[in-house]
């Protein structure tokens, strides 16, 4: 079922069987010579049909309608190659997630820096192939166009302008319309959600990158925030300055549980005060686990980064301590 928002832009709800997040927000622009469908959901049937029966309903024609990622998450892209049609179809994405598509840098550099980090391998990599993201992800490796800071996409009424906003992945982008103070945030802001920011490198500040993204969010005039999952909201100042008190308290429980003594990620993570109930971390499924655990490493290297804590290697594990 397609949902009017304004003039010629509407969204499709796509179902996410199997996930917390239960659904996906696909925003589909209508035009006069081309369309644009921004996420697509899961490689799954389900998904196929929700968004088969929003387009029906819009009266899309696939072979004039193009397509932008906001990101290199399973949700989002998965089914690019069941409506993309090739050799016609622009497919719009970012560089830095392009290279690692390009590269093969996945899945295989994530496992192995989690177990540097204290997860159990074993279970780590039985666990995973349950993932909805790795079961449904599917094979994607298409043409794109690349898209960066400032560049214009128009269609129909419509003059987007992509707004790098790394944090949640590494080429996350955003489309600002400043003319209709519209922002397609991705998974960059939800109203009643923390986006899950992870980490699986020691290159990186993810937690860094995306503080510095929701304050070039903060400087935008924008009416009305479309995320990609739960409802639209606006006061987008409001919730960026509660998820950066978040991100604060996070922090500080970080430093508060190294205040015990040096440990790995996998130990501070299952420290860490989360809203899903579970009677025990290791009963804990371990999706959930590698979710927290990624978290975890975000803000261990955000507080290292700031001078508060060491990181060192024992025994073939990375440790954090307090400085």
């Known amino acids: 079922m397609a949902e009017e928002i304004a003039a010629d832009l509407f969204r499709i709800e796509i179902p996410l069987p199997a996930t917390p997040l239960r659904s996906l927000n696909s925003y589909v622009v209508r035009g006069q010579d081309r369309n644009l469908i921004i996420d697509t959901g899961l490689n799954h049937p389900d998904c196929r049909r929700a968004l088969r029966s929003g387009l029906r309903q819009l009266g899309i024609d696939l072979w004039q309608t193009d397509f932008f990622i906001t990101h290199l998450h399973a949700d989002h892209f998965s089914q ?50 349950f993932h909805p993201g790795i079961r449904f992800g599917g094979q994607w490796k298409p043409d794109l166009r690349l898209m960066a800071e400032g560049d ?42 923390s986006p899950n920011i992870q980490l699986w490198s020691d290159t990186e500040n993810a937690l860094g990158d995306y503080l510095a993204s929701l304050d070039k969010i ?49 130990q501070v993570a299952a420290r860490m005060s989360w809203d899903i109930r579970f009677s025990s971390w290791e009963r804990l499924h371990v999706a959930q686990r590698w979710f927290a655990t990624g978290e975890a490493i975000a803000h261990l290297k955000y507080v290292q980064e700031q001078g508060l804590v060491r990181r060192e290697i024992v025994d073939g594990r990375i440790f954090f301590r307090l400085s």
Do not use: W
């Open 218 to 266: 903060a400087g935008l005039e924008i009416d009305l925030v479309l995320p990609g999952h739960r409802r639209l909201f606006g006061n987008h100042r409001q919730r960026i300055a509660e998820l950066k008190e978040h991100h604060r308290q996070r922090a500080e429980e970080v430093l508060t549980i190294l205040a015990a003594g040096g440990q790995d990620a996998y």
């Open 152 to 193: 214009l996409l128009a269609v129909g009424g419509y003059e987007f302008r992509c707004v790098e906003t790394p944090g949640h992945t590494k080429g996350h982008i955003c489309l600002y319309e400043p003319r209709k103070r519209l922002l397609v945030a991705g998974d960059h802001l939800f109203i009643d959600i």
């Open 80 to 129: 690019i190659s069941s409506f993309a049609k090739p050799g016609v179809s622009r497919i719009y994405f970012n560089r830095p997630e392009a290279e690692l598509i390009e590269g093969d840098l996945g899945i295989g550099a994530m496992l192995r820096y989690a177990i540097l980090s204290g997860f159990p391998a074993e279970e780590l990599r039985n666990g995973l192939s």
